[in-house]
C-alpha cells in the first residue's frame, strides 16, 4: 500500500512556473515507478509526465515537452513536476501516481493516486 500527496498547485500567469511535489508513503518508494496526469474540466486524464523506478529514465507528453520535467528523491520519497512557460491549456488538476511496472504512461498501469493538485494558469 502506498499513500500519495502531491502539493504546489495554485494560480499563476501565462509563461510562469510552479514545481508541484508528491510525498509517498508506505512500501518502498524506490520500487514504483511514479507519474503525473492532469484532468481538465469535461476531459479525460491525461498522461504528463512518467519516471522510472531506477535510474531515472523519463518520459514526457509532446504537449509538455520541453516545458514540464520530472524528477524523484528516493531518499525524501518525493517525486516532483517542474513546470516552466505555463499557458492556460495547462490549467487543471494533476494527480500523482504510483505504479509497479517499471515505467508507465497509461492510467490503466498505476495503482495508487494521489487526490490531487490544481493547477491554474491565468492569460
Known amino acids: 500500500q502506498v499513500q500519495l500527496v502531491e502539493s504546489g498547485g495554485g494560480l499563476v500567469q501565462a509563461g510562469g512556473s510552479l514545481r508541484l511535489s508528491c510525498a509517498a508513503s508506505g512500501r518502498a518508494f524506490s520500487s514504483y515507478a511514479m507519474g503525473w496526469f492532469r484532468q481538465a474540466p469535461g476531459k479525460d486524464r491525461e498522461f504528463v509526465a512518467a519516471?522510472?523506478?531506477?535510474?531515472?529514465?523519463?518520459y514526457i507528453a509532446d504537449s509538455v515537452k520541453g516545458r514540464f520535467t520530472i524528477s524523484r528523491d528516493n531518499v525524501k520519497n518525493t517525486v516532483y513536476l517542474q513546470m516552466n512557460s505555463l499557458k492556460p491549456e495547462d490549467t487543471a488538476v494533476y494527480y500523482c501516481?504510483?505504479?509497479?511496472?517499471?515505467?508507465?504512461?497509461?492510467?490503466?498501469?498505476?495503482?495508487?493516486w494521489g487526490q490531487g493538485t490544481q493547477v491554474t494558469v491565468s492569460s
Open positions: 519516471i522510472s523506478w531506477t535510474r531515472g529514465r523519463t
Open positions: 501516481a504510483a505504479s509497479e511496472t517499471p515505467i508507465a504512461i497509461v492510467t490503466a498501469e498505476y495503482r495508487y
